[in-house]
């Protein structure tokens, strides 16, 4: 900014805007809010957050601070106008601070660097003098070495001696810049998200086709498309009930044609045209285990087998074997009691079994046959129904997401891990190296700089000392 | 030999080294400080075979890839991990800054941590994969911010140490500053002790005794006579850690490490910490939960403290732009964003609630 006139008000503005102490007071107040944020619980019904409040201010002032929490908006802060306001004067900052310094940081990128004389050198932040004896040579074997770590030195004339100057990286002084612009690369595409996309659910049964999904508060979505569920069906790990996949066979169709066909689980969702969907939850649709069909294969001893669908009550017969088998009852969840009795367990189709009632010439048998235990598929007379599957009942609960900003914000992250890495891993050196002839003997000066890292540049100056005087040595023997 | 074998060993090595740091804070002899670094790396050592071996019985139990048996699936395989990232670190400052007297500062981190995971109680069995574990992503997203708060715990043990030696004034803000946090931090482990002893035997998981119990011993005790003299003698300790914290600044400004070293320390963890943890802690977890649950950001808890971590630490950084700033302050900010990292990480599942299933076991 100019000095000595009269600042005018945008000025002002500017100035507090161009300020680091403004990002600081925003970065204090964004943690502060979302602290109190995270504290209460976003989107959910008063009576949760009044249970919260209660432990902070007591059963009597809990409904007032309800009232005024919920006055400023904090109960969907992350939604509320001061929250993107925030965000707003947090980008402002950003870009005004960038803008105003860029300049400066833009000669220092791109200006060359001159020979200096020694007064400047003496300035410099690292600093190393050695005289190396005898004449001759030490010019040759400073450029040399110079260029051994890794810089393509020029050659001056300062006050009769020889200056040999270089520097690296005088980019990477861009790299705050970079970080920064990621910053606003990602909260741009978050935007685009918001306002070219959604977020919608759909709980979809077994069997049935959607071309809609649902916003929350129940708005419809349509997809473009529809989609079908096939089957829904979770997996556990060995006998235990700790899930270890949920799976969602998807078909999508276009004017009844299958167009595509994906198993989804969760960490592997399905894309088409740019929707996407994610396994999220599942459940049970109300009062189907009438509905149900069980899904058999009947193998008979000698080996012939046949896929069986069948409802609860149904009779089906053992190919080949003479044997019927009704199916009597389901249960979603079955275990047994300290008396031997079963029981069901749950209401979630987590262990189904069937109870089949077996007749045959001669024979009559009955027990409960489990979807995950096979060895209660042998029957005893040495024919086996394999129990595959209880389909209809269930529906699976997916997330769906049309997010054309995500790809702006993934550019964003990969900016801004090349702009860290720049700012923290890299620095601009500079070196000079005098090289002044006395009395036959050769007098080094070294002086250099690092914007950043100074102890690892330091480091490499100790090396190409180290160099000088090796190189020395080697030259005179 | 199997993994809790080593894992116990490791612990008995790392509250050895502890004492053995402490004893050579106090009474300056070399030997002693050769020995507790000999000790650290033989805990190291054994450590790092216990990991090895731990994912080794878990890729054989856990039936899927080897990348997905990383045994960091669980508060307690996380907190291992993240005191195994510490000490590596330490053992890195040690050997570079040739000086050993603020492993008397990490040890003791160590040491809670693993006295932490003993009573609590908490699972330290082998459990498979939840569903939205299975991802290539959970490998580097807890790896990376592991090893970042194993950086931040290091920026956090020297910037207290700057702020010891550096105040003067018992009335000076960074001197009260200090002496509360450090009061504060003994304060609530020792009531989370006593809240321990006092429930262990009436409480099933250590889930439960945190989310219901916490301070019920001391502070929220329902003998109202109780809460108010555990106050008292809370208030009377800080008023001790205040009274007395010149004798800490004694011990430390004997040594031979210059507030130039400490401050520099605290700010390479942090240059280190902050571009590991913007990457593994923020991106790679925003790629991951956007294909386990088709959200990039859901402003749940974990992440939201996540984002006020992240800020504390770029405040952290822009704070020593500004004029004025240098030193002290800065310090207390370091000092700061670590409390936010222990909150992000424990605090959040255990108090609040959320998508993230850590601590949920
Ligand atoms: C309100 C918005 C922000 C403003 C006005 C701002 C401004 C600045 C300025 C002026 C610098 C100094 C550049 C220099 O060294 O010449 C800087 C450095 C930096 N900024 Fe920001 N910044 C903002 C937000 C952020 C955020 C959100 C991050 C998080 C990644 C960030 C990361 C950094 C880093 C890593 C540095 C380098 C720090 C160092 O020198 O050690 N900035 N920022």
């Not at chain 1, 990477?172 to 741009?188: F, M, Q, W």
């Not at chain 1, 669908?309 to 190919?319: E, K, L, N, Y």
Request: net charge positive.
């Amino acid at each position: 900014m100019e000095t000595g006139k009269q600042k005018t008000f945008v000025d002002k503005i500017w100035d507090v805007f161009a300020s680091v102490k403004l990002a600081a007071v925003i970065f204090a107040v964004i943690a502060c809010t979302s602290m109190v944020g995270t504290v209460l619980e976003q989107n959910a019904e008063p009576a949760k957050n009044i249970r919260i409040l209660v432990k902070f201010f007591g059963e009597s002032a809990a409904p007032a601070a309800y009232e005024f929490f919920s006055r400023l908006g904090f109960l969907d802060m992350y939604h509320s106008w001061w929250f993107l306001f925030l965000l707003f004067l947090f980008c402002s900052n950003l870009i005004v601070c960038s803008i105003d310094r860029l300049p400066r940081i833009w000669k220092l990128v791109t200006a060359p660097i001159h020979p200096l004389t020694p007064d400047h050198l003496d300035k410099m932040s690292i600093k190393r003098t050695l005289t190396l004896k005898g004449k001759g040579g030490a010019a040759d074997l400073v450029a040399a070495s110079l260029k051994a770590i890794g810089f393509k030195p020029a050659e001056a004339e300062v006050d009769k001696d020889r200056q040999f100057y270089a520097e690296k990286g005088n980019y990477t002084r861009l790299g705050v810049y970079i970080t920064h612009l990621s910053i606003l690369v990602i909260i741009a595409g978050a935007i685009a998200g918001v306002f070219f996309g959604f977020n919608a659910f759909l709980n979809l049964p077994e069997g049935q086709t959607s071309s809609v999904a649902h916003k929350e508060g129940g708005k419809e979505i349509p997809l473009g498309f529809e989609i079908r569920c096939d089957n829904f069906d979770v997996e556990y790990y060995g006998e235990s009930d700790m899930p270890k996949a949920y799976k969602s066979w998807l078909t999508v169709l276009r004017n009844g044609q299958v167009v595509m066909q994906k198993a989804i689980v969760v960490n592997d969702p399905l894309t088409y045209e740019g929707i996407t969907f994610y396994q999220s939850s599942f459940g049970t649709v109300p009062d189907s285990a009438a509905h149900g069909i069980a899904i058999l294969r009947a193998v008979s001893r000698d080996g012939r087998s046949e896929e069986i669908h069948a409802r609860v009550g149904d009779t089906f017969s053992i190919p080949g074997a003479g044997i019927q088998g009704r199916i009597v009852n389901f249960s979603p969840a079955l275990s047994v009691d300290q008396n031997g009795r079963p029981f069901t367990y749950d209401e979630n189709m987590i262990n189904p079994a069937l109870f089949i009632e077996f007749t045959g010439p001669g024979q009559r048998f009955s027990g409960w046959i489990f979807k995950r235990l096979d060895r209660t598929w042998q029957l005893p007379d040495g024919n086996r129904v394999e129990f595959l599957n209880f389909w209809g009942v269930r529906y699976t609960g997916m997330q769906v997401r049309k997010d054309p900003g995500v790809w702006i914000v993934y550019l964003g992250c990969i900016i801004m891990a090349i702009g860290l890495y720049i700012t923290f891993f890299m620095s601009h050196r500079r070196i000079w190296v005098n090289v002044s002839e006395e009395k036959g003997q050769s007098k080094i000066f070294i002086a250099a700089s690092a914007h950043r890292n100074r102890a690892a540049f330091e480091r490499t100056i100790e090396k190409l000392v180290g160099m000088l005087v090796a190189g020395h040595k080697g030259g005179t023997k | 030999m199997n993994s809790s074998v080593l894992f116990g060993l490791s612990t008995v090595a790392y509250v050895l080294a502890m004492i053995l740091y402490i004893a050579y804070l106090a009474f300056r002899q070399n030997q002693v400080g050769i020995i507790a670094t000999v000790i650290t790396m033989a805990g190291f050592v054994a450590q790092t075979f216990a990991i090895l071996l731990r994912w080794k019985e878990f890729y054989e139990i856990g039936q899927m890839g080897i990348l997905r048996a990383i045994p960091l699936t669980n508060l307690y395989e996380s907190l291992i991990f993240f005191v195994w990232c510490l000490i590596l670190a330490y053992l890195v400052v040690e050997f570079r800054y040739r000086n050993r007297s603020f492993g008397a500062f990490v040890t003791p981190i160590a040491s809670l941590v693993l006295a932490f995971i003993d009573i609590s109680g908490m699972s330290t069995n082998i459990q498979p994969l939840v569903p939205a574990l299975q991802s290539n992503w959970l490998l580097v997203h807890v790896m990376m911010s592991f090893i970042s708060y194993a950086l931040f715990a290091i920026s956090f043990s020297t910037g207290l140490m700057y702020l010891i030696v550096k105040t003067e004034k018992r009335n000076e803000p960074a001197y009260i500053f200090w002496t509360a946090a450090a009061g504060i931090f003994i304060i609530v482990l020792a009531a989370m002790g006593l809240d321990y002893m006092t429930f262990k035997l009436s409480v099933k998981n250590q889930e439960e005794l945190i989310k219901s119990y916490l301070f019920r011993a001391t502070f929220r005790n329902e003998a109202g006579f109780i809460a108010v003299v555990s106050y008292a003698i809370a208030a009377a300790f800080m008023y001790l850690v205040w009274r007395y914290g010149m004798v800490l600044k004694k011990i430390i400004s004997g040594f031979d490490l210059s507030t130039e070293t400490l401050d520099d320390i605290t700010y390479k963890s942090i240059a280190m910490g902050f571009p590991i943890f913007t990457l593994g802690g923020l991106i790679f977890g925003a790629i991951w939960a956007d294909q386990a649950w088709g959200k990039y950001w859901s402003w749940d808890p974990k992440e939201t403290w996540s984002l006020i971590t992240w800020f504390f630490y770029a405040f952290y950084l822009h704070s020593r732009l500004m004029r004025g700033w240098k030193g002290k302050k800065v310090a207390m900010v370091a000092v700061l964003g670590f409390v936010a990292v222990i909150f992000t990480y424990l605090g959040v599942n255990l108090l609040l609630s959320g998508l993230h299933s850590y601590g949920a076991q």
